[in-house]
């Protein structure tokens, strides 16, 4: 059981809202568009799955299967999941302990490093806007 959500589809939702956030920053769209794939982050305990549309100029996402062929595909558990995004756990050290796994092109989704602030601002403000602050690290 997660230490910090009670299902999936919190965990996803507050996943969605966070890339929403950060795809209003034009530099932050622009450098994910250069990815040109789908990402899939599958979270377990609980489940959820999380896509990202990239392709074609797309920065759609949604919970469940995706539109189309993933081509960068993260597993790991959702209580990772929030410390990676909370920018409170090392993406590569991660890996490396094998607490977060990668199937795909890693060096599409190194582009996105240097936005890890970025992202844990945005992680944080939509824990905050989901009445979640309880959680925020």
């Not at 995004?85 to 060096?107: C, D, F, T």
């Amino acid at each position: 059981m997660s230490e910090y959500f009670k299902d999936g589809e919190e965990f996803g939702k507050t996943i969605l809202e966070m890339f929403n956030k950060v795809l209003t920053d034009e530099k932050a769209k622009a450098r994910f568009r250069e990815l040109n794939t789908i990402l899939s982050y599958e979270y377990t305990d609980p489940d959820v799955k999380v896509w990202v549309d990239l392709r074609e100029g797309r920065t759609d996402g949604g919970l469940g299967g995706s539109p189309g062929k993933v081509g960068i595909r993260i597993k790991t558990s959702a209580d990772n999941g929030h410390k990676l995004w909370s920018n409170k756990m090392n993406p590569i050290s991660a890996i490396g302990l094998q607490k977060l796994k990668v199937e795909g092109p890693m060096g599409k989704l190194l582009k996105l490093q240097p936005m890890l602030k970025q992202f844990a601002i945005a992680y944080n403000e939509a824990l905050n806007e989901m009445g979640r602050d309880d959680i925020v690290l």
